[in-house]
């Protein structure tokens, strides 16, 4: 599924890369400050001629940059559970190794009980 997900996307992108190139030498108006009521206010109103190939080129590599700090902000949240589940995982190991050795100790001593209880018994 993730396959079908990145070639659909690889597509449309380069389906989008293609529109611009083909519509390269064309032009389009954009208004800059063309809001209803600012000419009454006296503020300028500019068009900038644009090509529409540069336009969709610059709105996809926009798109980039925007997807790229989203996902780049989920990624370092992710991480950081990852971390934080690391240390936990790490806190319990250190628990269950001295959790073992204490065991060991105490098995230690009862052996060494039970060899002494052995001799006293012996000696009688």
């Known amino acids: 599924m993730k396959k079908i997900f990145n070639i659909f996307a690889y597509l449309l992108l380069l389906f989008v890369i293609y529109v ?3 519509n390269f030498d064309q ?10 009521g600012l000419a009454d206010l006296g503020l300028p109103q500019y068009a900038i001629q644009v090509s ?7 709105v996809v590599a926009i798109g980039f940059v925007i997807s790229a700090f989203l ?9 950081d ?3 934080a589940y690391k240390r936990e995982l790490e806190k319990s190991s250190v628990s269950n190794s001295t959790s073992s050795s204490k ?6 001593k009862i052996a060494t009980l039970e060899k002494a209880l ?3 018994l012996n000696k009688d």
């Not at 032009?27 to 209803?36: D, F, P, V």
Request: glycine content about 10%; cysteine-free; aromatic content about 4%.
């Open 20 to 22: 611009g190139v083909v």
């Open 27 to 36: 032009n389009i108006a954009l208004q800059i400050g063309a809001i209803k």
């Open 52 to 58: 529409v190939g540069i336009l969709i080129l610059a």
């Open 71 to 79: 996902v780049g902000q989920f990624y370092l949240v992710q991480k």
């Open 81 to 83: 559970k990852l971390n």
């Open 103 to 108: 065991v060991e100790v105490l098995e230690a």
């Open 118 to 120: 052995d001799n006293a």
